[in-house]
């Protein structure tokens, strides 16, 4: 609980006038709230001494509607407070997990399941939007509340009464502080559970069409009741224990209440006590209930709020690993790649191995070899996706070590194998490039990317919704769009990983000759299964096993006796290529 309360001390020191007015308005209507029975137990013995006037019962009658009203009015505002902080934290944490989403480098989603980061997102937030707002609640009203009625009873009524009385409470706390132990067990096997279902649940909705095309509806459908239904077991073994408390509580009081009756009614007799004492004494005893209660929970809830704070803490304090330290920027297009070797964080082998190549400003780069060979591995260092290998990598005379990340991407364009597009209209899709772009280079883009054909079969054009409230697009057509995004932002670099495998030879073609006469002085670089895109490049690399197997012009490469000739013999007498 303490740890819970530290980690978020930042928190607390920023709103610390807040905080110290809702202990004060605790306090306060806390001693406002055993007033009244103070108040009944009065009346009582006035009416039994015969001592009650019709006057000093209307006094009575008001300042009890006084003080209900004023601890109503107390206790509204600074649980109002607690409550209004909680959701503030939960957005502010929400806020930051989304932005380290957003920066975080592509190691860390392979480490981390999907599900997982949604559970964080959304389920441990609102464990700690309880911890902060009930959980602090509780602690402020049950610890002062529970103090203050203890202090009134022993030294307003009677003190040994109070002493036997509370008598049975330390088993009470026994039995909490225990069952608080096992909820808490079972409640972290029952979260661990809750991501396992997350899980599956993303992946059934994100593999609908795969499950229907080979039917397995019912497979699917069955494991993941096995699922939910583990969930659920889970989950009913902490309710069980958690709906144990409130009776427990409640028998505990009671036999406080059989003491309190029984002993009061002794001392009593003896006129040690009021009759109204004593009713007053019950009353308390009976507002005993529901610190008693909330103090089991309280355990409870911080716990929970702590193990999820943790779980999103160890995502906020996640260091990026490809670091930031640079911030020169990058004028012109040269490229240089020196011996450039990588393996991924995840691999027990070179992806890339020694790799060289040269390029200057216009040059297009073309990039083939088999599935596997780490050609889009050598794209990731380009755009710095992981953490730099050995070698160096020189884009404009500065080693990209040294450039800064965003603004190395501000000047490439990337347009990757999988076309994510936005459920946006096709416009806008193509504006996510440069949101500031003129009609004019709108248009320039469109006519390059060889979209205009396609947008005019289209009902609404541009303005065409693209994904689930919009058409199905071709592949061809998200992939055209997609190159059109990438244009519009006339990047100094331009990447094509696999761009162009959807559309058709002549397409591709045109889109090449757009390219071509477009992009002039900027470097292009074109990743590809077909030989035919990279067929007018300057510089074709073959990469196998991360190394560069073979390398040279289109004409040069035809001559020697290698994997690109085989390839292209395959492709000239009509054979598919083969891997
Ligand atoms: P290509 O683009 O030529 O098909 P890749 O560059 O994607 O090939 O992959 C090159 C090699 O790196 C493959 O052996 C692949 O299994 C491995 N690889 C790719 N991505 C990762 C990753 N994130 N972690 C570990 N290994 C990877």
């Given at each position: 609980?303490?740890d ?26 806390n ?59 939960e ?18 989603y ?74 808490s ?15 599956a ?24 009741k ?8 889970r989950f ?21 209440f059989?003491?309190?009756f ?9 006129g ?86 040269h ?12 599935t ?26 500065i ?26 209209t096709?416009?806008?899709n ?38 689930e409230?919009?058409?199905?697009l ?18 100094e ?5 696999d ?17 071509k006469?477009e992009?002039?002085?900027k ?30 012009s ?6 020697s ?14 054979g598919?290529?083969?891997?």
């Amino acid at each position: 609980m303490i740890d819970f309360i530290y980690k978020l001390k930042w928190y607390f020191s920023e709103h610390k006038m807040k905080y110290l007015l809702i202990v004060v308005l605790a306090v306060i209507s806390n001693f406002m709230e055993v007033i009244p029975p103070q108040l009944i137990g009065r009346t009582i013995d006035l009416i039994n001494t015969g001592d009650m006037t019709i006057g000093t019962m209307w006094l009575i009658f008001l300042l009890f509607i006084a003080v209900i009203i004023s601890t109503y009015l107390l206790l509204y505002s600074w649980f109002y407070m607690l409550f209004g902080s909680a959701y503030d934290i939960e957005s502010i944490l929400r806020m930051r997990l989304m932005q380290k989403f957003l920066t975080l480098s592509p190691s860390f989603y392979e480490r981390n399941k999907t599900g997982d980061l949604m559970a964080k997102a959304t389920n441990d937030m609102r464990s700690i939007n309880r911890a902060m707002g009930f959980g602090l609640i509780t602690l402020l009203d049950a610890s002062t509340f529970l103090l203050t009625i203890i202090l009134v009873m022993a030294f307003t009524i009677n003190l040994e009464l109070t002493f036997y009385a509370l008598l049975p409470l330390p088993l009470l706390i026994i039995i909490e502080v225990y069952l608080g132990r096992m909820i808490s067990k079972r409640h972290t096997e029952s979260q661990k559970s809750f991501g396992v279902m997350n899980d599956a649940a993303l992946e059934v909705v994100e593999g609908v069409r795969l499950t229907r095309s080979y039917v397995q509806e019912e497979a699917e459908a069955a494991s993941f009741k096995g699922k939910t239904k583990d969930y659920l077991d889970r989950f009913m073994k902490v309710e069980k224990l958690d709906a144990l408390f409130q009776p427990l509580t409640i028998f505990v009081v009671s036999l406080s209440f059989i003491i309190a009756f029984g002993y009061g009614a002794v001392l009593v007799n003896e006129g040690e006590m009021t009759v109204g004492e004593v009713v007053t004494f019950n009353i308390y005893l009976n507002m005993l209930i529901w610190p008693m209660f909330a103090m089991g929970m309280l355990f409870n809830i911080m716990q929970r709020g702590n193990a999820s704070l943790n779980r999103v803490e160890e995502v906020l304090q996640t260091e990026d690993d490809v670091v930031d330290t640079g911030d020169s920027i990058v004028e012109s297009s040269e490229i240089d790649f020196e011996h450039v070797s990588f393996s991924y964080p995840a691999s027990s082998r070179q992806n890339l191995d020694g790799v060289t190549i040269h390029l200057k400003a216009g040059d297009t780069l073309g990039i083939v070899g088999k599935t596997g060979s780490g050609k889009t591995t050598l794209i990731r260092q380009l755009l710095k996706m992981y953490p730099a290998g050995t070698g160096s990598l020189i884009i404009d005379g500065i080693n990209i070590t040294r450039l800064n990340k965003k603004e190395l991407r501000q000047r490439i364009g990337y347009v990757s194998q999988e076309n994510i597009l936005f459920s946006r209209t096709v416009k806008d899709n193509i504006l996510f490039g440069n949101p500031g772009a003129s009609d004019d280079e709108l248009d320039r883009a469109i006519e390059v990317s060889a979209l205009d054909s396609d947008l005019a079969l289209m009902q609404k054009g541009l303005q065409t919704m693209v994904g689930e409230k919009g058409v199905a697009l071709s592949g061809g057509q998200k992939q055209r769009i997609s190159i059109a995004r990438s244009l519009i932002k006339d990047p100094e670099i331009l990447i094509f990983d696999d761009a162009l495998s959807a559309v058709d030879a002549k397409t591709e073609q045109q889109i090449i000759d757009n390219i071509k006469r477009e992009r002039k002085e900027k470097t292009t670089i074109i990743v590809t299964h077909r030989l035919s895109a990279v067929r007018h490049a300057d510089v074709i690399v073959v990469l196998e096993d991360g190394r560069i197997a073979e390398t040279g012009s289109h004409d040069e490469l035809v001559k020697s006796d290698g994997w690109y000739r085989r390839q292209n013999q395959y492709y000239e007498t009509g054979g598919e290529e083969n891997d």
